[in-house]
């Protein structure tokens, strides 16, 4: 037996060897599978941190299978070895951490299994060396060495091979090879010898024992275990009375005999008398005598094989008695047997083996098609029990055998796989995205915007390409659980469902020229004007338009092109420098938007290209240029008022006194008609898109998609055009412009006609396979189907049948079998030629056995197999009692009277009987403990206690679908509050404390009261407040609303949304303010007044005003005026200036023109220009005109400005108005900000060509808050218990989606449990051994037996209590007991007899070690009996003391250490303790074992000596040693300074000095470096090594003394060094 350790590489893989004419591949299979399971696997990303894996753990998982999953761990290491975070490794090389794996069956482990061999020897392996040598014969210290086996994967049924693929996919191969050690040889270890017994005899001199018991046996060679038992001579004070026997007689019985059968001549004697079954049914058997040659007749043709009837056989046993002394010795009976004979013979039961039947065929094998995990396939057979085992007869053997089958499977078909399918999206609904408080506000139907939609997960199979066609299966549904490995798809989206169509639109542009409605083809006098405005920005939505884009006006002499006058020259005088003359002018022809055309588009003739003028003389008057006409008085005519608008020139140089005069005061002033166009706006006004429909004119249904598909047919769609009147409604289509028409019809992409689509059904629901038992009502099976596709479109509408159900077909009712038993045969005695022959009472009396036949029948009394009965018809009937045949001497009774009468439960009921005859005057008989005269029993009572047994289950509500509902998804909200049950087991109990079936108590076997599950309440929010003013006091900005809390979520509800620090949540809307909503009104300038003496007209300098007023911005007219103190003063024109006059024969030039444009970044050392041009010479050559051109720095902020975009912040996001979430927009707006702060129009920004790259609107998503979407509760599971109180059902959930954003949380509770009913659970309970009884008899063989009993108890067995109960509720308990044994020999010991104790209880695990180190996983435990010896003279006559060992798991390693205790008189106790504290004996080396005697050569006889555990002779505390020059003890003296308060020995210390005694007293203070031992005493080390350190020192100072001097004579140093000491130096 070696010490073995198992060795494995760095990676954990185990080596094998490759058997010869085994396929490569499957070799590389099996290599690739061990690399897979090694562990430290390190996957490089850089030099420094690498991916490290550790060993897949367990295969585990719910069911076994391919479904099962392992993990293992993952770390990240750095090169030297420590871990690192898992960020340093690359995220891409992670090696997975969780597979797939094939969880093992409880049935694999039993086909197959691994076959190993026995060790080899172990054999050593030299460190230098490769060959291997044998163990050398001399063991100094445990080696290493090597030792091999044999592995095989066998099949468990009939020991073949197969190949080791299917056992390591099971379990992993035991190693080959191994590394053992080979340790020196262990002795037995034996426990401590228990106390003495008392003495074998109470007077005299007897034996007492003791024993002890083995702990470890010997092994590699070592010592044999000692005796285990001791004995001694006892004697006590009490000497033995005389006439007493010195011995002590016991009746000893030996071994029972095998059952014989009865000889033939005592057959015909007692005439043995049996049954006849076969020829009469009738209750009345006919007893016949049965003779030798006799057969006993069956007619059923298969009597051989099933019997038709068992009959039992009679026989008897003897066994042999004798009586013996103590010493061992055989004596007369007469002196063990005075009144009574002894027991030698007993009728008995003849022995008959289990009888079976045949095996049947095998069944199929359960796999039937090839699959990827390697697991086998098995196949049962079985057979039945035919005939009991009777009379301790051979045991029934196995009745069912299981065997492999198709364990590759290479040429089965592919074993189907299962994957998820799902059904169409279901519709878009919004309702599970409001909260409770939204609900309640309005309507629901008008919804739009984001929302979700669901659909079913269902598995189905998926055909093997393979397989033939006929077998190919369609998606049919099969049970989720197939798919359990993948991950269901998602089963909920998010949708939209589209909202009212939204419109961003700029403003009106002004209107503009009256035009012909076409310009192509102008017709008519009519023409119209219109003005546009441009969409923005628009919602998604098909079917929806925005509003309309063109107005348009009806108008008269309408004209697409206009000749376009320019003037390009001055006035040329026709005869001198001043006077009429012509002026040249530049004819274009423009189009209605202004844009310049070919002069053949303007059909009118053209005005003339030359025009009279008139240049002004030196005395004529000088009128300026007209101003621009003034705004527009009215938009539009009325019949009461229309739009007039004026123009002005004046009066720059007065005439002289010949010259042209000046025009009157009127003709200044000009006026004309504007917009005289009526106030009647017209435009198209259009609805919404139709619905799509066929049109016979477009055939597009030949065209195919890119993809291939075909599409579904073309149609139009078709809308209403109305031409409207503005504030009017809709009139004729003649008054709008037919150009701006909107399209009212479209093609269009029909909706696709579908069909519904349904899976095929499911395959129906197994059906019971047995038979029908009686009463029970007529199982039913079901199968679904699955909605996959919703028809649409017209189309095949769905079947109305998702689910079925039928009846199962009609199964053969349970076959009604029952035994039939007959008469009880007459009372079987030992017959009277045994008893003859044997010591014992000669009366044909006494006990015996009676037997009675059984036979089978069916329901209607025929005859039936056995067979059948034993598998219909319950429990054997007994077919045996004990029966007595009354001897003379025996008491007589009458029979037991009926019970009395009960009076209630609780109350108990009596039966008698008495004494007959002359027992009434026998003494032996009137004992009532042997012969009861009454006998009572309690009364059966039904009424049973109901008490209510652990907690409440949790609120269960009800169920909402009814079976066959799921084949759709229900758009219902399964609801998780509101009302529900609740449920409580009930344990009912019987009067006697017993539990009994709960429905005897209750209908259901709960307790049922109705609970509430409180529904979860959302966050609430306030109503929105009303919006803020806009945050932008001047231009653009954003206004506010806000909710605030007004309640918090609770148990459970929707959460508030992201709130800010004051508990809001805000909406921002983009706004503008007007940054003056006032502005100055200016009246033209006043004539030019000039202050002159007399009252000629003047000239030259003079002032002239202007009216100024401040108006509200929109209005017009006199009564607009408001305070002066509401508009911008800094912006307040001037209400006065100083003018000039021209006087005749003065140049008279223009006003100024408009300043040019500065530099658009205002750039310094820039000027801008204003010019003017001579409208009149000065008479006089001499006289100048002023400049005509004038310039200025452009300054900054003063006369130049900068301009630049500004946006302002983005509003929300923007949904439709009934939209919860989903996709918006969100806005800003777009200012034009001057260099100095203020913010002008967007025309200065666009005017100076600044370019918008800022975007005003933007789409956006708003996340749409989903609520908790689960699974619906699957169906109640089994009771984890099938009796009980520890019975629970569980069901579950899964959640589809979690929440999001403010969506309702998934609840906590996705498991839900109630109690089952408990049950009473009825088990069969073996009692312990009994003692060794021997019948009979004082000592000899016997018998120990054990009961079965059945009992009741609440579950967790073995730790709840039981009672016993009526063996009818557990079963059949003669079969209960065929499986048990129920009797076994023993010996009980007579007096004086040597005999073996009883086993010892096994001893602790232990496991072989060195040095605290094991390398072996199993230990090994033993136990002994050891040898009693009662008589001394019989001790010749004893067996051996008898040990045994077994494996066992969780050994210890022990260590060995010798104790001792203290010394007394020289002497002490040493004993061997293990690590564990147990003393024993062997297990410590002998050779360490410390002296138990301490001894002194010579003996210490010295005054206050002693002899010291070196073996020398010392002295006491206090005293001092004084030795001789040879190393031994002279004398003590006392220690100076030590009061040791002890007295001197005066004899030894008094009398006169001698010289001898004075040498010794200077011996005494000398020091000695020899101690009495011989050995160096430890001063002698110290002063050695002070004496060193010393000398060093010395060294060391005289070399820092003497060497700084012979430096100095040298060259001084430029720097001292720092030194740690003062060494003298006049520096320190």
Known sequence: MGWTMTLKDDYGAIAWKQPAGNNPSLYLLLSLFFLSVQSDIVFPKDHRFSWKAGQWAQCIGEECGSGGVQTRTIWCVHTEGWTAHHSHCLHIDKPESQRHCFKVCDWHQDLFEWEVSNWGGCVLVPFFFNELKLRTAECITAQHGIQRRKVHCVRTSNRTTVTARICDFFSQKPPVEQACLIPCPQDCVVSDFTSWSSCSKTCGAGLQHRTRHVLATPMYGGATCPNLTDTRICSTPLSCPAGKSEYQYSLKVGAWSECRVLHHKDALLSGRTTVDFSTSTDENNTVTLHKPASQHHNPHPLAHKYPMSWELEVGYKTRQVRCTRSDGKNSMLSLCTKDSSPLTFQACMMLKDCQTSDWSLWSPCSKTCRSTDLSPGYRLRSRIMTHIPVGGGKQCPALEEKEACNIIGDMLPNCPRFVWRTTDWGKCRILPLLSQQDRRLGNISILCGGGIQTRRTYCVQVPDDSAPHHRKEVSRPVNARLCAGEDPPSAVQYCFIPCQHLCLLSQWSPWGACVHENCKVPQGKKGFRKRRREVLWESSSPSETCPHLVESIPCEDPACYLWQVQQEGKCIPNKSSCGPGTEVLKMTCVSAEGEDVHIAHCVDNPPPTVVACEVACPTDCVVGSWSLWSPCSHS????????????????????????????????????????????????????????????????????????????????????????????????????????????????????????????????????????????????????????????????????????????????????????????????????????????????????????????????????????????????????????????????????????????????????????????????????????????????????????????????????????????????????????????????????????????????????????????????????????????????????????????????????????????????????????????????????????????????????????????????????????????????????????????????????????????????????????????????????????????????????????????????????????????????????????????????????????????????????????????????????????????????????????????????????????????????????????????????????????????????????????????????????????????????????????????????????????????????????????????????????????????????????????????????????????????????????????????????????????????????????????????????????????????????????????????????????????????????????????????????ALSFLVCNPSKANKTSPPPQKPLTLAYDGDMDM
């Open 636 to 1595: 539009c005519a009325t019949k009461s008022s229309e739009g007039r608008q004026s123009r002005t020139r004046t009066v720059l140089a007065i005439p002289g006194k010949e010259g042209r005069k000046c025009p009157a005061t009127p003709a200044l002033e000009e006026w004309r008609v504007c917009n005289d166009h009526p106030c009647m706006v017209f435009y198209w006004e259009a609805s919404a898109w139709g619905p799509c429909n066929e049109d016979g004119a477009v055939d597009l249904n030949r065209t195919r998609f890119w993809n291939g598909t075909s599409p579904c047919a073309m149609g139009v769609q078709i809308r209403e055009v109305s031409c409207m009147k503005m504030n009017i409604g809709p009139v004729i289509g003649k008054r709008c412009s037919d150009s701006a028409r909107p399209e009212t019809i479209q093609p269009c992409l029909l909706p696709c006609k579908k069909d519904c689509i349904v899976t095929p059904f499911s395959e129906w629901t197994a059906c019971p396979s047995t038979c029908m038992p009686e009463n029970k009502t007529v199982a039913t099976q079901s199968r679904y189907r699955t909605i996959i596709q919703r028809s649409a479109s017209g189309g095949q509408e769905c079947p109305d049948t998702l689910y079925e159900e039928r009846e199962c077909e009609s199964l053969p009712a349970c076959p009604v079998y029952r035994w039939r038993t007959h008469k009880w045969h007459s009372c079987t005695l030992v017959p009277e030629s045994v008893r003859r022959g044997l010591s014992g009472p000669g009366e044909a009396c006494g006990n015996g056995l009676e037997t009675r036949g059984v036979s089978c029948v069916e329901e209607s009394r025929e005859p039936a197999n056995m067979k059948e009965c034993l598998r219909w018809a319950g429990p054997l009937p007994p077919q045996i009692r004990e029966c007595r045949v009354a001897c003379k001497d025996d008491c007589t009774l009458t029979a037991w009277s009926k019970f009395s009468e009960c009076s209630g439960c609780g109350s108990s009921r009596s039966r008698k009987r008495s004494l007959t005859g002359r027992s009434k005057k026998k003494e032996h008989c009137l004992n009532e403990a042997l012969y009861p005269l009454e006998d009572t029993e309690t009364c059966p009572c039904d009424e049973f206690l109901s008490q209510p047994y652990g907690n409440w289950s949790a609120c269960i509500l009800p169920d909402p679908l009814a079976p066959g509902q799921q084949g759709w998804m229900n758009q219902q909200e399964i609801k998780d509050c509101g009302p529900g049950l609740r449920y409580r087991a009930v344990a009912c109990i019987d009067q006697q404390g017993h539990l009994v079936n709960p429905i005897l108590c209750t209908e259901s076997g709960y307790m049922v009261e109705f609970c509430h599950i409180p529904c979860p309440l959302d966050c609430k929010l306030s109503d929105w407040s009303p919006w803020s003013a806009c945050s932008a006091s001047c231009g653009s900005g954003l206004k506010i609303r806000s909710k605030w809390l007004r309640e918090k979520a609770f148990n459970g509800g929707r959460p508030c949304p992201r709130l800010d620090l004051k508990n809001q949540v805000y909406e921002a809307v983009r706004c503008h303010s007007e940054c003056s909503r006032y502005k100055w009104r200016i009246d033209p300038w006043s004539i030019c007044t000039i202050n002159t003496v007399d009252d000629l007209p003047g000239c030259g300098e003079g002032v002239q005003s202007r009216k100024i007023r401040c108006v509200k911005k929109g209005t017009g007219g006199e009564d607009s005026s408001v305070e002066d103190s509401l508009c911008d003063q800094e912006e307040m024109p001037p209400r006065a200036q100083v003018c000039f006059l021209a006087c005749p024969n003065d140049c008279v030039t223009a006003p100024w023109g408009s300043w040019s444009n500065c530099p658009l970044l205002c750039d310094q050392g820039t000027a801008r220009n204003r010019s003017r041009h001579i409208l009149r010479l000065p008479a006089s050559e001499n006289s100048s005109c002023p400049e005509m051109v004038q310039s200025e720095p452009c300054v900054l902020n003063s006369s130049c400005f900068t301009y630049q975009y500004k946006v302002s912040d983005w509003s929300t996001c923007h949904l439709s108005k009934h939209a919860i979430c989903g996709w918006g927009s969100r806005l800003r707006l777009l200012d034009c900000i001057r260099s100095d702060g203020k913010i002008v129009e967007l025309q200065k920004c666009e005017k100076f060509g600044l370019i918008n790259k800022w975007k005003l609107s933007e789409s956006c998503m708003v996340d749409c808050p989903v609520s908790c979407i689960l699974s619906d509760w699957s169906p109640w599971a089994e009771c984890s218990h099938t009796c009980g109180s520890q019975g629970q059902s569980v069901r579950t959930r899964r959640i589809l989606q979690e929440a999001h954003e403010e969506g309702r949380p998934c609840p906590n509770q996705l498991t839900q449990t109630k109690p089952c009913p408990i049950r009473p659970c009825y088990m069969w309970l073996l009692s312990d051994w009994s003692p060794c009884s021997v019948e009979g008899a004082d000592c000899g063989e016997g018998f120990r037996r054990r009961n079965l009993s059945c009992i009741v108890h609440w579950g967790y067995w073995p730790d709840s209590s039981h009672q016993p109960v009526d063996g009818e509720l557990c079963g059949d308990k003669l079969r209960q007991q065929l499986q048990q044994d129920m009797e076994q020999p023993c010996f009980v010991p007579c007096p004086g007899d040597c005999h073996l104790t009883v086993w010892s209880s096994w001893s602790s695990c232990q496991l072989t070690c060195l040095e605290g180190r094991s390398f072996e996983t199993t230990g090994r435990q033993a136990r002994s009996r050891a040898v009693i010896i009662q008589v001394k003279e019989n001790q010749d006559s004893c067996p051996h003391q008898i040990f045994e060992t077994q494996p066992c798991k969780g050994g210890k390693c022990h260590s060995y250490q010798w104790r001792t205790g203290g010394w007394s008189n020289n002497e002490r106790t040493v004993w061997c303790q293990r690590s564990d504290g147990v003393n024993v004996t062997g297990g410590c080396f002998p050779q360490k074992k410390p002296a138990t005697v301490r001894h002194c050569h010579p003996p210490c006889t010295k005054p206050f000596s002693y002899c010291t555990p070196s073996g020398v002779c010392g002295c006491e505390k206090g005293y001092t040693e004084v030795m001789t020059t040879h190393g031994f003890l002279d004398y003590c003296t006392r220690t100076p300074g030590v009061d040791n308060n002890k007295k001197a020995d005066v004899k030894t210390n008094s009398g006169r000095l001698k010289p001898s005694q004075a040498q010794d007293l200077f011996r005494e203070w000398t020091l000695r470096p020899v101690g009495p031992d011989g050995r160096v005493k430890l001063w002698v080390y110290v002063v050695t090594a002070v004496g060193f350190i010393l000398i060093l020192f010395i060294i």
